[in-house]
C-alpha cells in the first residue's frame, strides 16, 4: 500500500513530535534527579546532580575529625567519583531508550529503513517526492537538469 507524500508527511511529524515529548519528559525527569553513594564504614554520604555538580556531602560520625587529611581526601575522592559514575549510568540508561529514533523518524517519513536508501525496494521514490518542488523551479518542466552545477551568467 503506497501512502501519498502528505500522509508520509504526517506520520513523520506525529512521530517526530511524539520523540520531542519523549526527550522534554526525560530531560525534565534527569533534571530533578541525583545520584547518592554511602561509603562502606558510613562515613560519608555524597549526593550528584544531574550535570555531575555537587549537591551534598553529609557526615554520619565524626570519625573524619580523626583522620589524616590524605585520607580524608581519598574517601571523598572516591565518594565522589561513584556518585558521579552513578548519575552518568542513570543518564546513560535514560539515553538507550531514544535508540534508533533517527531510523524510526526514517521510516515514517520514507518508508525505507537505511538499508534500502542505497536502492533496496520500499518506500517512496525521491524523485517523485521532490517532483513539486522541482515543477516550481524555473525551467521545472524542462528536461531533468545534469548533474553538472549550472553556470550563473549573470
Known amino acids: 500500500m503506497e501512502f501519498s507524500f502528505e500522509e508520509h508527511l504526517a506520520q513523520a511529524m506525529a512521530s517526530l513530535e511524539e520523540q520531542q515529548a519523549k526527550m ?4 525534565r525527569e534527569l533534571q530533578a534527579s ?3 553513594v554511602t561509603t562502606k564504614d558510613r562515613l ?5 546532580g544531574p550535570q555531575g555538580q555537587v549537591l551534598a556531602l553529609t557526615f554520619h560520625t565524626t570519625a573524619y575529625q580523626e583522620m589524616a587529611p590524605a585520607h580524608l581526601a581519598a574517601v571523598l575522592k ?9 548519575m552518568g549510568e542513570k543518564i546513560a540508561s535514560s539515553m538507550r531508550s531514544f ?3 533517527g531510523e524510526s523518524l ?17 518506500g517512496l521514490d525521491l524523485d517523485a517526492l521532490l517532483a513539486p ?22
Open 34 to 36: 541525583s545520584a547518592s
Open 106 to 122: 526514517r521510516m515514517a517519513f520514507t518508508g525505507e529503513r537505511e538499508d534500502e536508501l542505497l536502492g533496496g525496494p520500499g
Open 78 to 86: 572516591d565518594v565522589l567519583n561513584e556518585a558521579q559514575a552513578r
Open 99 to 101: 535508540d534508533g529514533v
Open 44 to 48: 560519608v554520604t555524597a549526593k550528584i
Open 133 to 154: 518542488l522541482t515543477a516550481m523551479r524555473p525551467g521545472g518542466d524542462e528536461a531533468k537538469r545534469s548533474d553538472k552545477q549550472e553556470e550563473f551568467n549573470g
Open 24 to 27: 522534554a519528559a526525560m530531560t
